[in-house]
């Protein structure tokens, strides 16, 4: 079923979902400089969680009716639009090292972009996409939990890099956000 995609447009979805973990699995990875090995057991329920939610978009895409043009339409330029904050801010992450001294454990609060507005661009960004991907799949079931359990990982993390921030650096901007520009 993974091959034979009934629907263009659902085509179409399932190609973001995979454009977007080929990117994290392949690319990724090649840009990063230093940093710590992830542990093996991490590495595994990562390749679990993915390999299974994978099957489940791509299960639900080949047996579902088309969703509609509007959802696609609203959906798509989201997803993109997720990705290209995503892609920015993984680049500001990355040169924050480079610019910085010798010493590859030190950190400076990252500037421009989304970062001007919230803690965690990258986590928005990623946010965003998945948002995208479930609208633009007509709100499929599987699509919205990816979103909500993205949401439920992600929204902790950043509101603790948040806290991390502040008190580690006494010029963090006070208006800054931890996810959601303005709100939280």
């Known amino acids: ?14 190609s973001l979902f995979v454009a977007h973990y080929a990117n994290r699995v392949l690319i990724f990875p090649l840009r990063l400089r230093g940093g710590k ?6 590495v595994l329920a990562a390749f679990a969680f993915c390999a299974t939610n994978g099957w489940l978009q791509a299960t639900h895409l ?7 043009q509007r959802c696609f339409a609203v959906g798509l330029p989201v997803f993109l639009a997720g990705a290209a904050i995503n892609l920015q801010s993984d680049a500001i992450l990355r040169n924050l090292r480079r610019a910085g001294n010798d010493d590859e454990k030190a950190y400076a609060v990252p500037r421009g972009g989304l ?6 661009a ?9 948002l995208g991907f479930a609208v633009a799949s007509g709100f499929a079931f599987p699509a919205v939990a990816f979103l909500f359990c993205t949401a439920c990982n992600l929204v902790p993390r950043a509101l603790t890099h948040h806290r991390w921030y502040r008190d580690k650096f006494d010029d963090y901007p006070p208006r800054r956000r931890a996810i959601l520009p303005f709100l939280l």
């Open 62 to 68: 080949s047996t579902a009716p088309p969703c509609s």
């Open 37 to 42: 090995p992830t542990p093996l057991f991490v």
């Open 115 to 120: 970062f001007e507005y919230v803690s965690c």
């Open 122 to 130: 990258n986590y928005f960004g990623e946010l965003v996409e998945w």
């Open 1 to 14: 079923p993974l091959l034979k995609l009934p629907h263009a447009r659902h085509k179409m979805v399932l």
